[in-house]
């Protein structure tokens, strides 16, 4: 189905839960046959860009059914009833009583056009009862006029469908599937490849084997290897919905045409990963919704050995942070931006911009600010209502590992320079904390803004807020890591981590709700509010499982359901 600008990925999530969120919210029976994502995926010719699959799943619907409030689960409803009606304008077709008895999973691709620079849609719908289906197809027949007699493409019918409105539709029947879009050409390409043109499931088998092995290895298209890519393993236990990108910077650049200069940008910075392809899958659990996704990289990245395990600093954090980022090697994603300038110039300008700002303050970006961050750091909001934090409610703390404390100093000392001499003054201080020694950088009427020191001779804190400085000199008892809603979130999580996010949703909203959101101008929706009140928490991690490969995971924990 031909599409328009920013329209396309809209178009394709609107049409998955048109013919199947509203059929997994609705479905009361276990006996669903659940297809798998490849059987549907062998019809999507190989050149898509994109294919999301989604499938009933019983046992995730149960636990679906059992989270959220009421105001939460009126919205969804209202969204998704708007959604089935506007589908079905202009018929006197009903989704229950037409598409759900017969529709099994449901899979949307995204190719490209071979008549123009717009991309088509292609949805495939898995049949779990022939009966019922061709039931559907005469009720169709029956309220949509009928172009002439229908031709056939490699002895399959494909039938043109318009309705009053002027939409006009084809649909082909390939086994148990039956085959959608605004265009024959579409249809036709997946009847190829059910007599044995490529498809998206052979291209995920071996999605390097077509690329030259001569290619230079600073070259970010090199390909890694051609072994099969991990699907199976890397897939949630109870799938609803599966995503497939299997050119990840073509698809970014298809979606630069058809979207706004906001979206540019967006795609710009997400080129920086060096991804040849990735798969996605969202389910759901006693717990609430999680995801797992697996990327295949384009060049080799630093070996998974050389890789230490992140979450060593976590104890340092007191039990009231909210949020929390933490990974490692600042030094080697500042390495990965000025790779990525060398052939993108708006990155450059970029690089360029932060050297030259940095080099107005006697700075060098390589050596005195980026070069020595080559170890693990975490970046934390925390709740405090004390001092000069009342106003805001929440202060912040990064804490950095580094192998060079004397370069770190220098840096640091400069800082405290420039920051003596501004205008209006602030008073560079030194004092000590719980036997650390704390630069502190104090206003005269507000008190401490921030300050710095060294934890232990390889890690240095840098806090915003005295109340913040002074907590983080300390012992936290309890820390982060021993609070019950911190290990809810993160004891399913794999490791040995590689990067991870912590989000405390209950406390950010309460913050939010108290500093935030008072003010007029950021109000948000009713409905937002009470959508953000059904989620207890946030926690994402990444791995290495191989040289090759970075896995994704993430964990949205949710209310019990309130009646």
Excluded: C
């Amino acid at each position: 189905m031909t599409l328009k600008k920013s329209k396309l990925i809209m178009a394709a999530v609107a049409i998955a839960f048109t013919g199947t969120v509203a059929a997994l919210l609705y479905l009361r029976t276990l006996r669903v046959r659940v297809y798998s994502p490849e059987d549907s995926v062998r019809l999507v010719p190989e050149n898509a860009l994109m294919a999301v699959f989604v499938t009933p799943n019983p046992s995730a619907l149960y636990y679906l059914r059992q989270f959220g409030n009421q105001q939460s689960r009126y919205h969804i409803n209202q969204f998704l009833s708007s959604i089935k009606q506007q589908s079905l304008a202009g018929t006197s077709l009903n989704f229950d009583r037409d598409i759900k008895p017969w529709l099994g999973g449901i899979l949307v691709s995204v190719l490209p056009s071979e008549k123009s620079e717009d991309a088509d849609l292609l949805m495939i719908l898995a049949i779990k009862n022939n009966w019922r289906a061709n039931q559907f197809m005469s009720r169709l027949n029956a309220e949509v006029s009928v172009s002439g007699k229908p031709p056939q493409y490699r002895g399959i019918t494909i039938y043109e469908y318009g309705e009053d409105s002027g939409k006009i539709y084809h649909i082909a029947r390939v086994g148990d599937r039956l085959l959608v879009a605004a265009s024959p050409e579409p249809i036709q390409k997946a009847i190829d490849t059910s007599f044995g043109e490529p498809n998206l499931a052979e291209l995920w088998k071996g999605i390097n084997a077509a690329e030259t092995a001569n290619q230079a290895t600073t070259d970010i298209s090199y390909p890694l290897s051609a072994a099969p890519f991990p699907t199976e393993s890397h897939m949630v236990p109870m799938p609803l919905i599966t995503i497939f990108v299997a050119d990840y910077n073509l698809f970014l650049d298809k979606l630069s045409e058809f979207s706004d200069s906001s979206w540019e940008s967006w795609s710009r910075v997400s080129k920086l990963a060096p991804i040849k392809s990735a798969m996605v899958s969202l389910g759901v659990e006693p717990t609430g919704f999680r995801m797992r996704g697996i990327m295949q990289q384009r060049r080799s990245p630093t070996p998974v050995n050389s890789s230490p395990q992140v979450g060593q600093i976590l104890s340092r954090f007191p039990s009231e942070t909210v949020a929390m980022v933490n990974s490692q090697g600042i030094n080697a994603l500042w390495l990965k931006l000025v790779d990525q300038s060398q052939i993108d110039p708006s990155i450059q300008d970029m690089v360029k911009q932060i050297r030259y700002g940095l080099a107005a303050i006697e700075l060098d970006a390589d050596e005195e600010v980026f070069g020595w961050m080559d170890g693990e750091f975490a970046l934390a909001a925390i709740a405090s209502e004390k001092g000069i934090l009342a106003p805001l409610g929440l202060g912040g703390a990064l804490v950095l590992e580094t192998s060079n404390q004397a370069i770190a100093q220098n840096t640091l000392d400069q800082l405290d320079e420039i920051i003596a001499q501004s205008n209006p003054p602030v008073n560079v201080e030194q004092r000590t904390i719980e036997g650390i020694e704390v630069t502190e950088w104090n206003d005269p009427q507000q008190g401490t803004l921030f300050g710095h020191g060294w934890l232990t001779p390889n890690l240095l804190f840098v806090a915003f807020g005295g109340p913040v400085v002074e907590a983080m000199t300390q012992v936290p008892n309890p820390s982060l890591t021993e609070t019950t809603r911190f290990q809810k979130i993160t004891k399913s999580l794999p490791e040995p981590l590689h990067s991870y996010v912590y989000l405390d949703m209950e406390n950010l909203l309460s913050w939010a709700t108290s500093y935030l959101l008072a003010a007029p101008a950021v109000a948000l929706p009713r409905r937002t509010i009470s959508l953000l009140n059904s989620v207890q928490g946030v926690g994402i991690s990444t791995t290495q499982p191989t040289d090759d490969h970075i896995a994704i995971e993430v964990l949205l924990t949710l209310k019990p359901r309130r009646y």
